[in-house]
């Protein structure tokens, strides 16, 4: 199970900060990623951090986003820049022992968090 937070309202080209953590499981030994869902759109891929610590950004993200991991809190963020409404949606952080070359896919996750909403007005 994990939780998020930091979700929030915001202009166009402000910034935000979500925080994903577990209730159980300790980050450095899996695959953790954020998705995005927006309402009528598919699922989304925004990021993934390897245990060894590899980042991946999804097309529409990159040189915006940037994910990070705090050990000793036990804590992953995305830090979200120039946000845009396009990147309206809820964000959901996941996770999993691996993923693979497949970690942009929903499908690869094992568990998920309930999501928080980010609306980004123009």
């Known amino acids: 199970q994990l939780v998020e937070s930091g979700g929030g309202t915001v202009r166009t080209g402000a910034s935000l900060r979500l925080s994903c953590a577990p209730s159980?499981?300790?980050?450095?030994?899996?695959?953790v990623a954020w998705f995005r869902e927006a309402p009528g759109k598919e699922r989304e891929f925004v990021a993934q951090?390897?245990?060894?610590?590899?980042?991946y950004y999804g097309d529409a993200v990159k040189g915006r986003f940037t994910m990070s991991r705090d050990s000793a809190k036990n804590t992953v963020y995305l830090q979200m820049n120039s946000l845009k409404p396009e990147d309206t949606a809820v964000y959901s952080c996941?996770?999993?022992?691996?993923?693979?070359?497949?970690?942009?896919?929903?499908?690869?996750?094992?568990?998920w968090g309930q999501g928080t909403q980010v609306t980004v007005s123009s």
């Open positions: 996941a996770g999993d022992r691996y993923t693979g070359t497949d970690y942009y896919k929903p499908d690869e996750y094992d568990y």
């Open positions: 159980e499981r300790p980050f450095y030994r899996e695959d």
């Open positions: 951090r390897r245990r060894d610590g590899h980042l």
